[in-house]
């Protein structure tokens, strides 16, 4: 019974994969996890390495980084809560997975969550339509990197963020502006967007003054107006 009233109070589980299971599929699932806070800074999976956990995130941001041969490091993704981290059916970790805020994860075996995604087809099923949204995504970015403009770039990031960190965010009205932490700073949004921090700060000093966004300090930021930031990341 602790355990259905600690997955009642899991503020992802109707957003997370297990979130397709019975009562009586998770206490089986739970015996095979288990909870794990990690810090800022600290990595869960490693580039290159065996692949051996698979998680759901429940709080935090994670970052997928890739790095080349000399050393260089490009964050390639984000994880939210609610997203899945780690790869079954893989033997070796494609990325390294590093929190960028406090997370906490629902660890278990990766060998182990296969068994579980082989019992259970909705999950499997969930699961396969993530991994091809998230290849969705990664092209979309790459269209991003290549075609679309600085104002474009920034913008279309920022909506992102808004969208998923945002859910945490605060409002002072139910349909006011949402205020949030931004997950990256801007030395890693110019990472992932190709640009220079320079240019990142341009941008964001300029939506700044156009009102579209508020920026009351450190990394807080206010999405003032939605809409203009909409129009802006699909400019022509």
């Known amino acids: 019974m602790a355990f259905i009233d600690l997955c009642s109070d899991c503020a992802v589980r109707d957003q997370a994969l297990c979130g397709s299971l019975d009562d009586k599929e998770l206490r089986a699932l739970n015996t095979l996890g288990q909870r794990r806070h990690i810090h800022r800074g600290e990595s869960v999976v490693w580039a290159g390495e065996e692949s051996v956990i698979c998680a759901n995130l429940l709080s935090g941001v994670l970052k997928l980084v890739a790095s080349t041969a000399d050393g260089r490091e490009q964050i390639v993704g984000l994880l939210y809560p609610a997203d899945f981290v780690g790869q079954p059916y893989a033997g070796q970790a494609d990325f390294t997975v590093t929190a960028l805020s406090d997370a906490e994860l629902c660890v278990f075996p990766r060998a182990s969550f296969e068994r579980v995604l082989e019992d259970h087809a909705q999950m499997e099923r969930l699961l396969l339509q993530r991994t ?33 960190a945002g859910s945490n965010g605060c409002r002072a009205t139910e349909t006011g502006p949402v205020t949030f932490d931004l997950p990256l700073t801007r030395g890693q949004i110019a990472d992932v967007l190709g640009l220079t921090i320079e240019t990142v700060s341009r941008q964001m000093t300029k939506l700044k003054t156009a009102g579209v966004i508020g920026l009351p300090g450190g990394r807080s930021i206010t999405i003032s107006d939605p809409n203009a930031l909409e129009e802006r990341a699909e400019a022509a």
């Open 132 to 164: 091809l949204q998230a290849l969705s995504d990664a092209r979309g970015r790459m269209l991003s990197l290549a075609r679309k403009s600085a104002e474009e770039k920034v913008a279309g990031l920022l909506l992102d963020m808004a969208a998923r």
